[in-house]
């Protein structure tokens, strides 16, 4: 399959070794995050989500941290498997209205 | 597999052209959300379809349009192509509106403009 050959910021790491990968959202009424998981030749594909009113969610394998105060989320992937090769993708939502802004986007390698 | 699907794969056309972009929903999805996918923006939100009715628009060019038809399935049509239009189309699909409904992506239309 092909996929878009986006210029974005990269991150390598080993088998095995913890991920974490960081996104900047903009909109301070932003009250719902997503993280969104890309592999190559394919769509988006949802990871974990979280709402403002927590600043941690896990799941298997992935916790998702949210810091209101500097507008920061960020990805914690465990045990990092060659099968987590992909960009990762942050998106911010606001209820009420109905769509969602994605972030630039990171693309993980993970080395076997 | 999403559920989502869109049609054609890959389309590749001139300048000047106009091409339609095809999605089927998951079942029981009743919206639709388009989004473009380029090199330097990334994944822009185009416009959103709940029950055939438009219910969001993001960064959509006069020059393209949508419209969701009563199967639910829904079309976008990109008409007086630019090279600066070649990108993936990814369309999305959810039981409801609103952002904390699960999108689920199709694998996308690769178009490119020559």
């Known amino acids: 399959g092909e996929s878009v050959g986006l210029h974005l910021p990269t991150l390598s790491v080993q088998e095995g070794d913890n991920s974490i990968i960081n996104c900047a959202y903009s909109n301070s009424a932003s009250d719902y995050f997503i993280w969104y998981k890309q592999e190559s030749g394919k769509g988006p594909q949802f990871i974990i989500d979280?709402?403002?009113?927590?600043d941690k969610r896990q799941g298997q394998r992935v916790t998702v941290l949210l810091n209101k105060t500097v507008k920061h989320l960020s990805l914690q992937i465990a045990a990092t498997q060659p099968g987590d090769s992909a960009v990762y993708f942050c998106a911010e939502g606001e209820t009420g209205a109905n769509n969602l802004f994605f972030g630039t986007g990171t693309r993980l390698t993970v080395i076997p | 597999d999403s559920g989502v699907t869109q049609t054609p794969k890959h389309l590749i056309t001139a300048t000047g052209q106009r091409v339609t972009l095809r999605c089927s929903p998951r079942?029981?999805?009743?919206?639709v959300y388009w989004y473009q996918q380029s090199l330097d923006q990334g994944l822009q939100f185009l416009i959103q379809y709940y029950n055939g009715e438009e219910r969001a628009k993001g960064n959509i060019l006069e020059r393209f349009s949508a419209q969701q038809f009563p199967d639910l399935h829904s079309e976008l049509n990109l008409s007086s192509l630019e090279l600066g239009d070649s990108a993936l189309y990814f369309c999305?699909?959810?039981?409801?509106?609103?952002?904390?409904?699960?999108?689920?992506f199709g694998p996308g239309t690769r178009l490119t403009v020559t």
């Open positions: 079942s029981g999805d009743l919206s």
């Open positions: 999305a699909s959810s039981v409801g509106t609103g952002p904390s409904y699960e999108q689920y």
């Open positions: 979280i709402r403002s009113n927590m």
